[in-house]
């Protein structure tokens, strides 16, 4: 049986189930009070840096999911190599220290034959936008199978494309992204209000309106389609590294939302 090697077990996130139980206690402890307007929302909007950094702010999300959903797919941009298109996992398996998941092969298989945009590139998977999520998935919404898509170089209407067609399966969309990289607080502050007030008001003009995000052309996809569609937004949560470490001076932003 393949399987999708995790290989950022032990820099990103913990490598064991003890310490991973034990970020998900302490999330689940320290956390604002959340009250998601949809427990079961059509898209969420989370961040993929280290745990000790943005793990609270996805976790805001993860936590309050309808524990019945069964099909995930996270879609990611590629931080590690160059390519053009969308890749999608047709491994049988994704690896996490908890346990593995079933791969959705069927759906998975559908999205890569139904888009002429979508290649198998096996090198894009090696990317942590998407499996730093695959531990959540797996603590939070055990019954779930995953569909792993990592884009490159593609527009966000093709990104969109594969949205509306994972959603008429059913599928929890899950969007990887961070905002801002490496400003000081207040540029951080100031750029990611941009992103998180697009999000909020469904702007579908996010690209243009100065927000910086790694992820922006799947938030921009999943803006459109919400927009098309008569969906709502709800801003879960909001930190930058600055809450984990303390240094102003270069600073990451993250941010949760669900699509409802």
């Known amino acids: 049986?393949?399987?999708?090697?995790?290989?950022?077990?032990?820099?990103?996130?913990?490598?064991?189930?003890?310490?991973?139980?034990?970020?998900?206690?302490?999330?689940?402890?320290?956390?604002?009070?959340?009250?998601?307007?949809?427990?079961?929302?059509?898209?969420?909007?989370?961040?993929?840096?280290?745990?000790?950094?943005?793990?609270?702010?996805?976790?805001?999300?993860?936590?309050?999911?309808?524990?019945?959903?069964?099909k995930v797919v996270v879609i990611g941009p590629s931080?590690?190599?160059?390519?053009?298109?969308?890749?999608?996992?047709l491994h049988q398996?994704?690896?996490?220290?908890?346990?593995?998941?079933?791969t959705d092969t069927l759906l998975a298989e559908k999205i890569y034959k139904q888009f002429d945009f979508c290649v198998l590139f096996h090198k894009a998977h090696q990317e942590h936008s998407t499996e730093t999520q695959m531990p959540f998935i797996k603590h939070y919404l055990p019954?779930?199978?995953?569909?792993?898509?990592?884009?490159?170089?593609?527009?966000?209407?093709?990104?969109?494309?594969?949205?509306?067609?994972?959603?008429?399966?059913?599928?929890?969309?899950?969007?990887?992204?961070?905002?801002?990289?490496?400003?000081?607080?207040?540029?951080?502050?100031?750029?990611?209000?941009?992103?998180?007030?697009?999000?909020?008001?469904i702007d579908t003009n996010i690209a243009q309106s100065g927000c910086e995000a790694c992820g922006i052309k799947g938030i921009e996809a999943v803006l459109h389609y919400a927009k098309e569609n008569g969906l709502h937004s709800q801003i879960i949560d909001y930190r930058t590294s600055y809450d984990a470490n303390g240094d102003d001076s270069k600073v990451v932003g993250y941010c949760s939302a669900i699509i409802f």
């Open 1 to 70: 049986m393949s399987k999708r090697q995790a290989f950022f077990a032990g820099s990103f996130y913990p490598n064991s189930v003890k310490k991973l139980q034990k970020y998900f206690a302490h999330f689940n402890q320290i956390a604002p009070n959340v009250k998601l307007s949809n427990s079961k929302p059509k898209a969420i909007i989370v961040p993929h840096a280290g745990y000790v950094y943005s793990g609270l702010s996805a976790n805001c999300v993860y936590a309050n999911l309808a524990k019945e959903i069964k």
């Open 143 to 201: 019954n779930a199978k995953v569909v792993e898509i990592v884009y490159g170089d593609i527009a966000s209407k093709d990104l969109k494309k594969i949205i509306a067609y994972a959603m008429d399966e059913e599928a929890l969309i899950v969007i990887s992204t961070d905002l801002s990289h490496f400003y000081d607080l207040k540029g951080a502050n100031t750029l990611d209000e941009l992103c998180i007030n697009a999000i909020e008001n």
């Open 93 to 102: 398996e994704y690896e996490t220290p908890l346990a593995n998941i079933e």
């Open 79 to 89: 931080h590690h190599v160059y390519f053009k298109g969308a890749s999608v996992s």
